[in-house]
C-alpha cells in the first residue's frame, strides 16, 4: 500500500528566508505527487503537481518542488517566504484503485513565518 | 474556476443525531469524495463517488454512509453521531482522464457532536 510521510509537524521561519518542506513517499509504481496549502479556516488549495517529465516543477506563490526518485522524495521549496504563507502544507501521492481514484495524504505540516 | 461548496462551514449535533453534509460542484465533475482531518492525522477518505449512484468505501467508512443521486451533488451521512465523528470534514471533486487527478476542495465543515 503506498504512504506518505511529512517529517516535520511544524516549522517556523523567518520572513524572507528560505523555506524547504520534507515529503517522502512510498509507491511500487511511478507516483503522481501534488503539494497542496490549507489557509486557516480554508479548503485545501493546489499549489502544484508532478506527473512525469521535468523533474523540477513550478507552482502558484513562488512555490516549486523537486521530484527525486531515487530518495522517494518530493519536497517542497520557496526562496523567499512571506508572512501570508503561514498555513498547513499537505503533500499527496495518487494512485489509482479498482473503479476510481483516491489521494494519500501526509500528516501535514504546520508552517509558522516570524516577522 | 471549480466551485465546490458545502452546506455548513460549523455544525453541532447531540449524540444519536441523524446528521446530513451536503456538498456541490459545479464543474460537472464525475468523481468526488469525503475526507475528515483530525490534527496530526492528515486527511483520511471516508468515500467516493466515481459516478451517478455509484460509491466505494475509502480508508475509514466506519459509522458513516453516502447518497449520489445528481452529479454534482454528494451527501454524507451519519445514521447516529458520535463524539469521537467530531471532526473537519472536507469535500472535493475531480474530472475524468487527466483531470481526475487534481482535486478541487470546499471550504469544510467543522461538525462538533455532543
Known amino acids: 500500500a503506498q504512504s506518505v510521510t511529512q517529517p516535520d509537524i511544524h516549522i517556523t521561519v523567518s520572513e524572507g528566508a528560505s523555506l524547504e518542506l520534507r515529503c517522502n513517499y512510498s509507491y511500487g509504481a511511478t507516483p503522481y505527487l501534488f503539494w497542496y496549502v490549507q489557509s486557516p479556516g480554508q479548503g485545501l488549495q493546489l499549489l502544484l503537481k508532478y506527473f512525469s517529465g521535468d523533474t523540477l516543477v513550478q507552482g502558484i506563490k513562488g512555490f516549486e518542488a523537486e521530484f527525486k526518485r531515487s530518495q522517494s522524495s518530493f519536497n517542497l521549496r520557496k526562496p523567499s517566504v512571506h508572512w501570508s504563507d503561514a498555513a498547513e502544507y499537505f503533500c499527496?501521492?495518487?494512485?489509482?484503485?479498482?473503479?476510481?481514484?483516491?489521494?494519500?495524504f501526509g500528516t501535514g505540516t504546520q508552517l509558522k513565518v516570524e516577522l | 474556476d471549480v466551485k465546490v461548496t458545502q452546506s455548513s462551514r460549523y455544525l453541532v449535533k447531540r449524540t444519536g443525531e441523524k446528521v446530513f453534509l451536503e456538498c456541490v460542484q459545479d464543474?460537472?465533475?464525475?468523481?468526488m469524495f469525503w475526507y475528515r482531518q483530525d490534527p496530526g492525522l492528515g486527511l483520511r477518505l471516508i468515500y467516493f463517488s466515481y459516478d451517478v449512484k455509484m460509491k466505494e468505501k475509502g480508508d475509514i467508512p466506519e459509522g458513516y454512509s453516502v447518497s449520489r443521486e445528481k452529479k454534482e451533488r454528494f451527501s454524507l451521512i451519519l445514521e447516529s453521531a458520535s463524539t469521537n465523528q467530531t471532526s473537519m470534514y472536507l469535500c472535493?471533486?475531480?474530472?475524468?482522464?487527466?483531470?481526475?487527478?487534481?482535486?478541487?476542495f470546499g471550504p469544510g465543515t467543522r461538525l462538533t457532536v455532543t
Open positions: 464543474m460537472d465533475h464525475e468523481n
Open positions: 499527496a501521492l495518487y494512485a489509482l484503485t479498482g473503479g476510481g481514484n483516491k489521494l494519500t
Open positions: 472535493a471533486s475531480s474530472g475524468r482522464d487527466r483531470e481526475a487527478y487534481e482535486q478541487y
